[in-house]
């Protein structure tokens, strides 16, 4: 055969995978017809493949019922009385976030060598790092970053003075899931005291996260480098279902005696949307300096924000002692594996050609379907179907309706 019909036939089934993918997505719900183009922003804002929000059946954003309880509860108490927090935030709230994050008897806890504050999108943590290894000198990096990972990440560093960006090895188009080898040759060419920006759990955009095994391996890397760990904690139980089990990473790392930081975020998973409920935890190895630490902290919230946000401090800290909240987090989490199943099936059974186990084996509320950078805009410019650059989406999105009619 000839290398023109050899280029015919690749053609051919590319399109063919193309075009089942372009009638998956439209009963999905993400496709628009052609007669009417519309931009990626705005189909964004009505579908949300980026966005962080829960999306139930009926499209609207998501709300725990408990969390609804409790602002009523909170709007109606009489006895309820808001001021003004400490500037590291609301006491409750911090002590509540910072023991689901580590464990009630966590040594770090008990030795009494944490900090927590209320921070926004890891502002907080980035100015920390600039004076974390020499506080006669401001650190400049580097800082790496996951490949892919959110967009956002290296403008938050880089307005903290940070400029040396880097990336490492995460999401492998061929394997469909985290390469582990080169992952760990990067941060094996990684200087000394380099900060390695790592997700605990629901790897955002592509829901691919880490097995135990592989964590204990790359530990085992960042201590003998001596690279500086900064994990993310942005959907805690939302991956498995699980708050120990989604924090096992964080509590992994702090039980090998190691410093490090660790942003949590509330305000998706809780449905809190417009509150920007983020908790940032500072590990020591000792408590002898944590007076100046959070001393440090202190000066630089205070030239940030001044005054942290309370509202849904307040709802966090009730949630969170609340054994209820559980169950609620439980049944969003089983309904996005439903999803991830369907979605798989409809593939199988449209006959897209390859292996499609990778969307049930990835966790949280993204991910990536494994489309490559051609693929996504050859839909969006031919037919108007539109996922992320990396071909990824948000899985809660998803009317599970239209899947299966």
Known sequence: MTNSNHEHLNFLSCFKFLRNVEILLNIIGLHTPQSSPVSVSSLCTTVAP?????????RKTFELRLVGKIKQQLSADPTFCPEYPSSLGL????????????GKSSPA?????????????????????????????????????????????????????????????YWDDKQRGVCLEKLLEDLERAPEQSVVVLSASAHYPTGADLTQKQWTVITQLIMRRRLFPFLLLPAQALCYGDLN??????????????????AQSFSHCFGLYGEAVGHLLCILKQNSPLLSVQSQADRIVKSLWAQPSVGGAHVVAAVLSNP??????????????????????????????????????????????????????FLSRSRHVYLLPSGCLNVSAINVTKVQT
């Open 91 to 102: 006491t409750e709230f911090t002590r509540r976030a910072t023991e689901v994050a580590l």
């Open 324 to 377: 209820a909240h559980l169950g609620e987090v439980k049944r969003m989490v089983e309904r996005c594996m439903l999803i991830r199943d369907i979605l798989r099936e409809k593939l199988r059974l449209l006959g897209t050609p390859g292996c499609w186990d990778h969307l049930t084996q990835q966790g949280g509320l993204f991910c990536c379907t494994g489309l490559n950078d051609q693929q996504v805009e």
């Open 109 to 169: 806890i008990v030795e009494n060598r944490v900090i927590s504050a209320v921070h926004i999108h890891l502002r907080l943590g980035a100015e920390l790092l600039t004076h974390w290894y020499n506080v006669r000198a401001v650190w400049c990096g580097p800082v790496y970053l996951s490949s892919p990972c959110d967009d956002s990440l290296a403008g938050i560093f880089q307005a903290a003075g940070i400029e040396d960006i880097r990336e490492y090895y």
């Open 245 to 262: 089990r989604d924090a096992w990473p964080i509590q992994h790392f702090v039980s090998q005696g190691m410093e490090l930081l660790c």
């Open 50 to 58: 980026k966005c962080f929000c829960l999306r139930p059946p009926a």
